[in-house]
């Protein structure tokens, strides 16, 4: 089993939609979970991040880990094409016996919001 | 526009060639990384370099070789690349490697061997 699974899309979307994205994972060490959004050409940027469990909001965006499930979700309201990008998870854990820590991606999620 | 910047954007090289490619971040930045994003893979972490010094290998082959200078500066010296080492390699920097640090990426430079 991969650590982290992620539906790679493409997931195609009327503007305004709301959009649920979702990662799985089942290394229960993971506790700080953070999204990503990766526009064509260019590298990922942090959009969000939570630790342990719980909801986070942030504008039109909202993170949600439930780690009971090992799922993670991000939800984008009255989504825009500007919002069109692939958006990656990322989890990490803290790893004993250093302060390195070492983020695990999932595969991306391809978004197109259509105009 | 990020405050890490990679050259060359663009790389085509054949399979006995050697070629560097080069990471600089603006940001103050003590710890900077190389990865690797293949299409249809997850982004894989190679080298992760912590005030100069390497601190993580992550099962690198030895054709891909590291060079951190300083702590604004990171290089990725590539030699008898192998085709299926075609993909997007991406750097990043962030204040430091320990904790809850957010990672900045470069626009990353698109490489295909031959």
């Known amino acids: 089993q991969k650590e982290v699974e992620q539906d790679p899309g ?24 953070m999204w990503y959004r990766q ?10 991040y939570t630790y342990s469990s719980g909801n986070k909001e942030d504008g039109r965006f909202t993170a949600q880990v439930d780690k009971s499930s090992k799922y993670i979700s991000l939800f984008i309201r009255d989504s ?18 250093g302060s390195n820590y070492k983020l695990t991606f999932g595969k991306g999620t391809l978004l197109t919001v259509n105009p | ?34 990865y690797k994003q293949s299409a249809k893979k997850p982004l ?6 912590n005030f100069k010094e390497q601190t993580e290998n992550n099962s690198v082959p ?23 080492d075609s993909a997007l390699y991406l750097c990043a920097s962030s ?3 320990g904790g809850l640090e957010t990672q900045y990426f470069g626009p990353g430079t698109r490489l295909l061997v031959l």
């Open chain 1, 39 to 48: 526009y064509s050409r260019k590298g990922p940027e942090l959009l969000m």
């Open chain 2, 44 to 49: 894989e972490l190679m080298f992760v370099y």
């Open chain 2, 1 to 34: 526009e990020t405050g890490v910047t990679q050259t060359p954007r663009h790389l085509v090289m054949g399979m006995t060639n050697k070629k560097s490619l080069k990471c600089e971040q603006h940001l103050g930045h003590n710890a900077m990384y190389w």
């Open chain 2, 62 to 84: 030895s054709r891909f070789s590291p060079e951190c200078p300083n702590s604004s500066h990171l290089f990725l010296h590539l030699h008898t690349l192998q085709p299926e």
């Open chain 1, 80 to 97: 825009q094409p500007s919002d069109s990008a692939t958006y990656l998870c990322a989890m990490s854990a803290t790893r004993s016996g």
């Open chain 1, 10 to 33: 493409p997931l195609s979307v009327p503007e305004g939609a709301i959009v649920s994205l979702n990662c799985t994972y089942s290394n229960s060490a993971f506790q700080y979970f």
């Open chain 2, 95 to 97: 204040q430091g490697a």
